[in-house]
């Protein structure tokens, strides 16, 4: 990873972008204490991350991943000390605690076809377990900031936490929010993501920040668009699966495009069918 670092998006909030799967990691500074929020994949990048994040500030950190793919919580064993707290969604901390060779397994399917040298790596990385677990929701107190963690339900998957910072008016969204590309339907619960998005929507206010799992920092607008589709295709699945469509006739119609929409539907009819 090669990131030209930090970059302040509001008073004590910084953002870093990682240029390869243009992950964002959020690191939210008080007096005397921070927040890392997700970790990046590999002990590597997570070096760069944690000498990015010490030229911003000293303080130690508590880390929170906003849910357990490779690219948001793999580093933790490199920038977690034996004291610090490590915050995630319950489901996410058990399958990061029970299943670690499959979620190593599934990052290296996943990226050997067009990142081998980092598919190779993933293979390699250490798993460390977050320490506390986040049922519904928990407020942290970083330095005198108050920062609320939340699982606003099913989403992008059935672990995702969000994290918002009301001082500084930032809502760290993970991947129930996407901007670099479509939302990621793989391991998704699409008929309840739309109802996700309008939870987290009811901690912003018309200057909200809202840094999403992936590219640039949007406002509300954005989200509410995307709220918009996401709504649109669980209608779309609701309406193929009641009249027996093919997953593959829901997807020609998704305002996501073809492909994306193939796996929604998909996960939706599973979904339905109660196999999700």
Known sequence: MTAAGFSEIAAGVHLLREPLLHVNVVLVVGDGAALLVDT??????????ATAARAVTPHPWTIVNTHHHFDHCFGNATLAGPETPVYAQAQAVAVLRDHPDELRRAAYEEMRAEQPALAEELTRTELRVPTHAVH?????????????????????????????????DVLVAGDL?????PPAFEESYPLRWPDAVADLLRLTTPATVVVPGH?????????????????RQAWLIRAGHSGSAPPERVAAESPFGARPGLIAARRGYAELDGTA
């Open 136 to 168: 519904a929701e928990t407020v942290l107190d970083v330095g005198g900031r108050r920062v609320l963690l939340r699982h606003p339900g099913h989403g992008h998957t059935d672990a995702d936490l969000v994290v918002h910072v009301p001082d500084a």
């Open 215 to 231: 590219g640039e920092p949007v406002d509300v607008g954005f989200v509410r668009e995307q709220h918009d589709r996401l709504a």
């Open 177 to 181: 929010v996407e901007q670099s590309g």
């Open 40 to 49: 990046l994949s590999t002990a590597g990048q997570a070096r760069e991350l």
